[in-house]
């Protein structure tokens, strides 16, 4: 029988490659957090890690690597979108996750209502004033309160699971 035929475990101290493919084994939704600075320069990041925390007030959460090139204008940044992708934009997730300098100019976006860059063709877009940011470890959860949401019903959301990118399968 292949090695890898059993499952896997992780305990405290042990392997960090194991707990980060456990981790991969959760189906996500692929998004891009968006801002701009106090100059007015549009900054962004794929980030995986987003949900809903509550309707009433309406909250989301994204968390944000702290050694991410832009952390530190996302953290400073009253207002920020989470821009979740659909299938086609699987280019922008690799150009947003990358350390590419100019992020922005091959992608199609339009200021949103809160100043916030919003990425043409989304699957569904949240406009956030930022609520609260939480320590959370190697990362910030920065916590949006929802000003303004989007979607289009007639969409596939870009997934990733287990390191690849996937697509839904309807029967």
Do not use: K
């Amino acid at each position: 029988m292949p090695a890898d035929a059993h499952p896997r475990e992780y305990r405290s101290g042990s392997d960090l490659r194991t707990l980060r493919d456990a981790l991969g084994s959760f189906a996500t939704g692929v998004t891009v957090v968006t801002c701009v600075d106090a100059d007015g320069v549009p900054f962004g990041l794929t980030v995986n890690s987003f949900t809903s925390v509550s309707l009433d007030p309406p909250l989301l959460l994204v968390c944000i690597a702290r050694q991410a090139r832009c952390a530190a204008e996302l953290a400073a940044s009253p207002n920020f979108a989470v821009n979740v992708l659909q299938t086609g934009q699987q280019p922008d997730s690799i150009r947003f996750s990358t350390r590419d300098q100019d992020r922005f100019g091959t992608t199609t976006w339009a200021t949103g209502e809160t100043g916030a860059p919003l990425l043409t063709d989304s699957l569904a877009v949240f406009e956030c004033e930022r609520h609260a940011i939480h320590d959370g470890g190697d990362h910030d959860i920065l916590v949006g309160q929802v000003v303004r949401a989007s979607f289009d019903p007639n969409m596939d959301p870009l997934l990733y699971f287990r390191g690849s990118y996937r697509r839904l399968h309807f029967g």
